[in-house]
């Protein structure tokens, strides 16, 4: 049965992000002059002004096994869950996450319960599963669909893939709401 949830997880999360890539920025293209401006000096977020609209790009970053790993992250709240997927240039790296969207600024969540879910996907592709971590969410706001945290977490060695370590994690991520 346990098998069978991270098997729905792993599923889910791979909708989630299929559905929800272009959640890593946020942009008015519509040609109107209702720019979106988010004015956010968090480490993990950037603003670009592109003529004369500016766009905020999301980010998700950490060292594994102590080096960098920085990506822009989606996310999406589904079935009760936030899914935060963070994937690299060419789609590896990656790091996906999910915790209960029940979650509580302040507070922290094992990402290795029923509730909780981490992997690391290697530059080959390799997938490997937390066997331990958390996650602290340092900022949620419902209404703008906003969520910050931090996190950490360590993988098992897989068939084809090693061990990591993956420290120092922080994600600020617009997440989109999907039934």
Request: proline share 2%; aromatic share 10%.
């Amino acid at each position: 049965m346990k098998n069978f949830k991270k098997l729905y997880w792993i599923l889910a999360i791979g909708l989630a992000v299929s559905l929800g890539f272009t959640s890593c920025s946020k942009d008015d293209d519509n040609g109107d002059d209702n720019n979106i401006v988010d004015n956010n000096d968090d480490n993990n977020s950037s603003n670009n002004n592109n003529g004369g609209k500016t766009t905020t790009t999301y980010k998700m970053t950490a060292k594994v096994n102590g080096e960098d790993f920085s990506a822009d992250v989606s996310g999406n709240l589904v079935a009760g869950k936030i899914l935060l997927s963070a994937v690299a240039e060419n789609f590896t790296p990656a790091i996906r996450m999910n915790f209960p969207a029940s979650v509580e600024v302040g507070e922290t969540y094992s990402l290795i319960s029923d509730d909780g879910y981490a992997q690391y996907m290697n530059k080959d592709g390799m997938q490997t599963l937390a066997i331990t971590g958390s996650v602290t969410i340092t900022e949620y706001n419902k209404t703008s669909k906003i969520i910050k945290g931090t996190f950490s977490f360590s993988t098992e060695t897989g068939l084809y893939a090693p061990s990591y370590v993956v420290t120092e994690g922080s994600f600020n991520c617009l997440y989109y709401v999907i039934d």
